[in-house]
């Protein structure tokens, strides 16, 4: 089955602490994005790539890291400098050459403990 | 930046029902996109539909967009109890890779 996933469903942090959320895809995407929704609300872009070893900041980069070493692989890091991580974060991937039609993953819930 | 805005942000109508919701956005698009979220998952993208149509269907899905008013509908016929989840429109411009959602329409069909 091809498909993007996200891992952990739900995750729980500390006051200070980096966590890493994973997205994986198998659909021979080149880019990748992640995306943070707060309730009641739409997507905000955090950060996004288009190509391996590459990736550009979105609209909300601020305290959130990412790599891109693989093309199946684009983890985002939530840092201690990003002040309200609480949050539903959602990535996704698409066929080069957009704006294409985007495929999301079921998202991961962090929350701030 | 945020470039969709759904209205309304909330409908209600009974199973059988035709549920419409609108899409107004700012700056020209190469496209616009429809999606579909349940509560507490990801995003399913519905329909695409680009900016030299005017009209598209997809089983009980009707889009239209006007690129002189800048803005979109989405018409659901028929609608059913597993149509209940929020709607998100999204903008995506010529020559970027990225999309602009909006806030979403929170559609709710009662039985």
């Known amino acids: 089955d091809g498909g993007i996933t996200q891992s952990p469903k739900y995750l729980f942090r500390k006051e200070g602490q980096n966590v890493t959320l994973s997205c994986e895809q198998n659909?021979?995407?080149?880019?990748m994005y992640w995306y943070r929704q707060d309730p009641g609300q739409g997507l905000r872009l955090i950060y996004y790539?288009?190509?391996?070893?590459?990736?550009q900041k979105g609209d909300i980069a601020e305290g959130y890291s990412v790599s891109r070493e693989k093309k199946e692989s684009f983890p985002l890091t939530v840092t201690s400098a990003q002040k309200n991580p609480t949050a539903f974060y959602l990535c996704?991937?698409?066929?080069?050459?957009?704006?294409?039609?985007?495929?999301f993953g079921p998202g991961t819930r962090l929350t701030v403990l | 930046s945020q470039q969709g805005e759904e209205d309304p942000q909330a409908l209600s109508i009974q199973e059988g029902e035709n549920a419409t919701m609108n899409c107004s956005y700012k700056?020209?698009?190469?496209?616009l996109q429809w999606y579909r979220q349940n509560s507490g998952r990801g995003l399913v993208h519905l329909i695409l539909?680009?900016?030299?149509?005017r009209e598209k269907h997809s089983g009980r899905l009707r889009v239209t967009l006007d690129t002189s008013k800048k803005s979109s509908s989405l018409l659901i016929t028929a609608s059913r109890a597993a149509d209940t989840a929020s709607y998100f429109c999204?903008?995506?411009?010529?020559?970027?890779?990225?999309?602009?959602f909006g806030a979403g329409t929170t559609v709710t069909v009662r039985a």
């Open positions: 996704a991937s698409t066929l080069a050459g957009g704006p294409n039609e985007q495929f």
């Open positions: 659909l021979n995407h080149d880019a």
């Open positions: 790539s288009q190509i391996v070893n590459d990736f």
């Open positions: 700056t020209s698009i190469n496209n």
């Open positions: 539909i680009r900016s030299n149509e």
């Open positions: 999204a903008c995506g411009r010529s020559n970027d890779y990225k999309l602009s």
